[in-house]
C-alpha cells in the first residue's frame, strides 16, 4: 500500500478536529508555547484539500521542543525531527492503515520566517479569491498526476505556492502582520 494524495472536498468537521488538536498540544507544550494556528488547505473555508490537520506550534525557544519528544510519541505523534526544514522540529500523526497522514504538527521559534508564510499564505487565500481559486486548480490537478507520489505531488504545487505568496506579501507589505490587514 502506498501514500496517497487524495484531495478531497472542504469538510467544516477539520476545524473540530483543529479544535481538539489544539487543546491536547496546548497541555503538552504548555511550558513553551507563544501561539498555536492552524494552517494549510484544511484552515481554509472551502478549498479541497488532503484531510491532513496542519497545525503550528510557535514557541519561545525551538531546541526545548525536542524535550517533548515523548510525550507526542504517548499522544500518537511521530517525531521527525527538522525533516528537511531548518529550524522547524516536525511531527506526524498515522492513520489506522499506518502509511497515511492525518496530522503534522510544525514547530517553530515565533521570530522563524515560516510562521509569517505560512499564516500570510492562509490569509490570503481567504481573502482574494483568484488566488484560492489558482491554488484549488493545481491541487487538484497534480492530486490527479501524482496520486501515489508526494514528492511529485509537492513539486507541482511549488510554483503556484510561490507566486501566490509574493502576491501575498506585496499585499501584506512583507513582513507585516497577516491577521493586522483583518
Not at 509569517?116 to 498526476?145: G, P
Request: aromatic share 12%; charged share 30%; proline share 4%.
Amino acid at each position: 500500500m502506498k501514500r496517497e494524495m487524495i484531495v478531497i472536498p472542504y469538510n467544516y468537521d477539520w476545524n473540530k478536529r483543529y479544535r481538539k488538536i489544539h487543546s491536547l498540544l496546548s497541555r503538552i507544550f504548555k511550558n513553551i508555547e507563544v501561539d498555536i494556528q492552524h494552517f494549510g488547505s484544511t484552515a481554509v473555508e472551502g478549498m479541497p484539500a488532503k484531510p491532513i490537520i496542519d497545525v503550528m506550534v510557535i514557541v519561545k525557544n525551538i531546541s526545548k521542543v525536542d524535550e517533548y519528544n515523548t510525550k507526542m510519541i504517548c499522544a500518537g505523534y511521530v517525531p521527525k525531527g527538522e525533516n528537511g526544514v531548518t529550524g522547524r522540529r516536525y511531527f506526524q500523526k498515522f492513520a489506522c492503515d499506518g502509511i497515511n497522514h492525518i496530522e503534522h504538527v510544525h514547530c517553530y521559534e515565533q521570530d522563524n520566517p515560516h510562521v509569517i508564510d505560512e499564516l500570510m499564505f492562509r490569509d490570503y487565500l481567504r481573502i482574494n479569491k483568484d488566488a484560492f481559486e489558482k491554488y484549488k486548480r493545481i491541487k487538484i490537478e497534480a492530486s490527479d498526476k501524482y496520486k501515489y507520489s508526494p514528492i511529485e505531488y509537492t513539486e507541482y504545487k511549488s510554483q503556484c505556492i510561490t507566486e501566490i505568496l509574493e502576491r501575498a506579501r506585496e499585499y501584506y507589505n512583507e513582513g507585516s502582520n497577516p491577521s493586522s490587514k483583518m
